[in-house]
């Protein structure tokens, strides 16, 4: 009979008490977070980026390493914990203790958002640029060793400030007080998508400040390792301007981005616009055409190819014409333009990275504390990047960060510490088990 008043009764059920006490021992609802500590095990990150940070403390007082304290942040974000004060009480967590090195039971609590807080604010702008070129190092660094060709997608988004956050201003296209962040995103042959870096950036930014910085970087990384590989930049009209172009060129790279539409370009596409027009009488709805032409704006030092894509949507009764300007030869027209269309990836990752991510927890005063927490959710990014790639093969090869956290991170577990082991009890009835264990084999491989 339950009687203790810490009990919590329950209706019965088939004539039998359900009563609830808290007395379960050690127990955690994060067990997956293993699997994200091992993603970084194989990976290297935290350790690399652990490696440029200057620890000004005095190490005999020192509890928490910055090693420990990068990942126990890491960790919890990948978690879904994004806010540095969770740690207050997630940093008693015996799967996230466990993840970062420490004994579930007998060690002691991991740092708190305090301690945090300090390391996000002590960093200096020398220290975050480091730390970004580790993140795009490691991830260049588990590229496939045959890699041939990648693609570098940029595109920019808002982040919405709700304070006094040094650097935040009033953006009229976005209609309010933000950030406007700067990610760059690499696709290898595979397929797969990696977010290689992420810059923060005030929120009166136009779209190419920072980019041609960014990509001069990526580039070095990637000749560093691949010294013959091909790269091609992929991006919007916002990024269609003579200054990248001229980069791109000078640097020796391809690139596909988007053109606004203007007077010029559209007398230059009249015949594949009549040709839609006239297919469009005939055939009725869904036809569209492609064609190139030669190009020169009035800043440009001469003409470039164009391809445009000519279509009258469904949904409205008129020609609705779209640019790109390459320097690529090899494509048809139609190819192109396809190439160019699966930059929209890019903003799924985008999304998954602000929704699944909570990239938007930028809300220090500091502008580089700010620029700190990008990172370190970036670095979560590239850790679920990890699990994802190991998910090839299994029915969740094309989950999002989201879907994984919930089926496969979010798993309860009873841990029980010996003097020789730590046991995490998972439910029987578990329905993942098979792809745990896919994963922990792919991710022991090459693992260090």
Not at 134 to 157: F, G, Q
Not at 255 to 268: C, E, I, P, S
Request: proline share 3%; hydrophobic share 40%.
């Amino acid at each position: 009979m339950a009687n203790s008043c810490f009990d919590i009764v329950f209706p019965a059920a088939r004539g039998r008490e359900v009563v609830c006490r808290f007395d379960g021992g050690d127990l955690t609802s994060d067990a997956g977070l293993l699997l994200v500590a091992e993603a970084d095990l194989k990976l290297g990150l935290t350790e690399s980026m652990a490696g440029v940070i200057s620890d000004g403390r005095q190490q005999g007082k020192v509890r928490h390493s910055v090693l420990e304290m990068l990942r126990e942040r890491i960790y919890a974000i990948a978690g879904g914990y994004e806010d540095a004060n969770d740690l207050d009480i997630l940093g008693s967590d015996p799967a996230l203790k466990t993840a970062c090195g420490r004994l579930a039971a007998s060690d002691g609590a991991l740092a708190s958002q305090p301690t945090i807080s300090r390391l996000e604010n002590a960093l200096s702008e020398r220290e975050l640029l480091r730390m970004g070129i580790r993140i795009a190092k490691r991830v260049i660094a588990n590229l496939p060793a045959d890699t041939k060709k990648v693609t570098l997608d940029v595109d920019d988004t808002e982040d919405p400030c709700h304070g006094q956050q040094e650097l935040e201003f009033f953006n009229g296209y976005h209609g309010g007080h933000c950030y406007i962040p700067l990610y760059v995103h690499l696709t290898a042959e595979d397929s797969r998508q990696w977010l290689l870096g992420a810059l923060l950036r005030s929120g009166k930014s136009c779209a190419t400040k920072g980019l041609l910085a960014a990509l001069r970087i990526a580039v070095r990384l990637l000749r560093d390792r691949f010294p013959d590989v091909a790269i091609t930049v992929r991006g919007d009209s916002a990024f269609g301007i003579w200054d990248v172009m001229k980069f791109c060129e000078a640097m020796g790279l391809g690139y596909v981005l988007g053109l606004n539409r203007n007077k010029a370009l559209d007398r230059l596409s009249t015949p594949v616009q009549m040709d839609t027009a006239l297919k469009y009488k005939y055939e009725g709805e869904g036809c569209r055409e492609y064609g190139e032409f030669g190009y020169k704006a009035n800043t440009w030092d001469g003409e470039r190819r164009v391809i445009v894509k000519s279509e009258i949507p469904i949904d409205r009764d008129e020609l609705n014409p779209r640019f790109v300007v390459t320097n690529l030869t090899q494509m048809t027209p139609e190819e192109v333009y396809a190439f160019y269309c699966r930059r929209g990836n890019q903003e799924n990752r985008i999304k998954e990275m602000k929704l699944d991510l909570a990239s938007g927890r930028t809300s220090c005063h500091r502008f580089l504390a700010n620029q700190c927490r990008l990172l370190l959710h970036t670095a979560a990014c590239v850790l679920m990047g990890v699990l994802q790639e190991a998910l090839s093969g299994t029915r969740w090869a094309a989950a999002q960060v989201g879907t994984i956290r919930l089926r496969l991170l979010k798993v309860g577990a009873r841990i029980v510490e010996t003097c020789r082991k730590i046991w995490f009890h998972l439910p029987s009835s578990y329905t993942e088990q098979e792809i745990w264990r896919h994963i922990r084999r792919r991710l022991a491989e090459g693992a260090g």
